[in-house]
């Protein structure tokens, strides 16, 4: 399984009624869910959305190994956060932020997990139709939306790829062993991607 995948979780077909759901709706929870509980910072109001979360990726009949599974770094992401906020007398707050930051991923899966990527663009691109009225055009914003989503697994995965050479070299602690071939593999790829977009004929104008 990739980094990306491990994090974000990919599109896993079940049949299940979480699966049948239209793509708006699944949009509409991940943002009923999200915006209200990281606004109020209220520690039950997480809990409730994370119960929300967990309850749907269950029902949606993926094994919870997958579904649930919260990599390493996320979990040392969430420990620093919380002995942070401990240190500084605020344990409450840093349980809170923790709780809604694994709600927002929980329910984010919700999305990637039983929605084909092809609808997650289709969806939006529907939603963007308002924007050609204005001169704007709703399929260069699909464009942007499906390249962004191509590109983020890549550049995850490819992060994971550099640190773990760098920790067979035992240069883990070295930054600039670190940032630089992903740096270099980020251009490398946004020109690959730049020159197949306008050998197509795209971003012409």
Same mark, same amino acid.
């Given at each position: 399984?990739?980094?990306? @995948? ?10 299940? =009624?979480?699966?049948?759901l !239209?793509? =708006? ?7 009923a ?11 039950? %109001?997480? #809990? ?6 967990c ?13 649930l ?10 420990? +620093? #956060?919380?002995?942070?906020?401990a240190i500084?007398?605020?344990? %409450?707050?840093?349980v809170?932020?923790?709780? *809604?930051l ?7 899966r +919700?999305l ?5 990527? *092809? @609808?997650? +663009?289709?969806?939006l ?6 924007? @050609? ?13 499906? %390249?962004?989503?191509?590109s983020?697994?890549?550049?995850? @995965?490819l992060?994971?790829? +550099? ?10 602690? *070295? ?5 630089? !071939? ?7 790829y ?15 104008d």
């Amino acid at each position: 399984m990739s980094a990306h @995948d491990q994090l974000f979780g990919s599109y896993i077909p079940t049949g299940s =009624w979480v699966h049948s759901l !239209p793509v =708006w709706s699944k949009y509409l929870l991940v943002f009923a869910g999200t915006i209200p509980s990281l606004l109020a910072r209220q520690w039950w %109001l997480a #809990l409730v959305v994370l119960a929300v979360a967990c309850a749907v990726l269950l029902a949606s009949r993926i094994p919870p190994r997958v579904s649930l599974r919260l990599g390493r770094g996320f979990l040392v992401l969430l420990a +620093v #956060l919380v002995g942070y906020q401990a240190i500084i007398g605020q344990l %409450l707050v840093g349980v809170t932020l923790a709780t *809604n930051l694994v709600a927002c991923l929980l329910l984010s899966r +919700v999305l990637t997990m039983t929605t084909p990527a *092809n @609808d997650l +663009v289709d969806a939006l691109v529907s939603a963007a139709r308002p924007l @050609d009225r204005v001169g704007l055009s709703s399929e260069r914003f699909g464009l942007a939306v499906a %390249l962004m989503l191509r590109s983020i697994p890549y550049l995850v @995965d490819l992060f994971a790829d +550099v640190r773990t050479a760098a920790r067979a070299r035992g240069l883990e602690r *070295n930054w600039f062993a670190l940032v630089t !071939p992903v740096i270099v593999g980020a251009v490398a790829y946004a020109q690959r991607t730049g020159e197949a977009l306008a050998a197509r004929g795209l971003g012409d104008d």
